[in-house]
């Protein structure tokens, strides 16, 4: 069974997500702030995180950098503000998704499922963009049958933007992610790796899109068929 944290200082929030997210099934475990959603995960097994950003003790953005650093599960979190340098800051953190109060307990519910079906793609030897396939195993790009094959580094940015469609990846994110934390040359090799890619799918297929998200970085979407 799936297994849900909800870090919220407010109660209302939590037994109304709650409710919610047991009724589709899901096991949930509550926290009221930083410090105790800490607890949660390290003596919890947890799938996934929802976290407010306004936390007594541990705000949700750092709890966010400490999820990142420790465990690998997807984080939606939370927050007050539809500002762009807080989303700024939260994509910085790590987080997967955002989400601004007031919504509908049922739009949390589809981006849960969405971000559970990116993290199991992750686990697959082959990812499936329409008729687009990226082979892990073999290095290998499939396009209708035909195969191409990409520099490394094109292929792992690739990858990595593949393998979470529609999330948005910062170019420190990509960098720390491809090229490893000691790399010492620029963010922008992201960029230029990111023409490059967009370059040679041009004309290929209309299968996914490398997208520019001003101010953040880059996403990838599949095109829908």
Known sequence: MIH???????????????????????MVSEAKDGNEASLKLERERIHLAVVDIMMPFKNGLDLCKEIRDQYDLPVILLTAKDQL??????????????LVKPFE?????????????????VNSES???????????????????NTLL?????????????SFPDQVFTREQLIELVWGADFEGDDRTVDVHIKRLRERFAGRTDDFVITTVRGLGYKLEVNRK
């Open 127 to 145: 990812i499936s963009l329409n008729q687009t396939i990226i082979d892990r195993k073999s290095y290998e790009v499939r396009i209708k049958g």
């Open 85 to 98: 340098i807080d989303k700024e800051k939260g994509y910085f953190a790590g987080t997967d998704d955002y």
């Open 4 to 26: 849900i944290l909800i870090a919220d200082d407010d109660r209302h929030i939590r037994e109304l997500l709650k409710f919610h997210l047991e009724k589709e099934g899901y």
């Open 105 to 121: 307990p049922r739009e949390l519910l589809f981006r849960i499922k969405a971000l559970l079906r990116r993290y199991r793609m």
């Open 150 to 162: 990409l520099p490394l580094k094109e292929f792992e940015l690739l990858a990595q933007l593949g």
